[in-house]
């Protein structure tokens, strides 16, 4: 029974040691969720967000880290809620440049938006 506790805890200290020293293949910094937090809480001020974005995307491309998914996304929601809808477009791209799984949900996004805008 001693023999078969230490066993388990040997393996579980390895497993822990394993997982501890993995690191993130995507960039994560308190810009994002800052900015992410802030739109959840209803803050009108769309500019200090898409700030805060911005300094994301350059944290990222100094790491050399991937953007989380859904971040282009949510920089152009922000920029669509801040009357850039052309600069939205270019984020929704870009986020299905990076995450091609998303390229249907976005692309019946954008449709959906451009029929609110025919009417």
Same mark, same amino acid.
């Given at each position: =029974? %001693? %023999?078969?506790?230490?066993?388990?805890?040997?393996?579980?200290?390895?497993?822990?040691?394993?997982?501890?020293?993995?690191?993130?293949?995507?960039?994560?910094? *308190?810009?994002?969720? @800052?900015? =992410?937090?802030?739109?959840?809480? *209803? *803050? +009108?001020?769309?500019?200090?967000?898409?700030?805060?974005?911005? @300094?994301?995307?350059?944290?990222?491309?100094?790491?050399?880290?991937?953007?989380?998914?859904?971040?282009?996304?949510?920089?152009?929601?922000? =920029?669509? !809620?801040?009357?850039?809808?052309?600069?939205?477009? @270019?984020?929704? /791209?870009? /986020?299905?440049?990076?995450? +091609?799984?998303?390229?249907?949900?976005?692309?019946?996004? =954008?449709?959906?938006?451009?029929? %609110?805008?025919? !009417?």
């Amino acid at each position: =029974m %001693k %023999k078969l506790l230490i066993g388990i805890i040997a393996i579980t200290q390895i497993l822990i040691a394993g997982c501890s020293t993995r690191d993130s293949i995507y960039s994560w910094n *308190d810009g994002y969720t @800052e900015s =992410m937090y802030m739109y959840l809480k *209803d *803050d +009108p001020n769309y500019s200090e967000q898409i700030e805060l974005m911005n @300094e994301y995307f350059e944290d990222a491309a100094s790491t050399g880290k991937k953007v989380a998914p859904g971040a282009y996304a949510h920089m152009a929601l922000l =920029m669509s !809620k801040n009357n850039d809808d052309a600069q939205a477009n @270019e984020y929704l /791209e870009k /986020e299905k440049q990076a995450f +091609p799984e998303s390229t249907h949900y976005l692309d019946f996004l =954008m449709n959906l938006k451009k029929q %609110k805008q025919d !009417k």
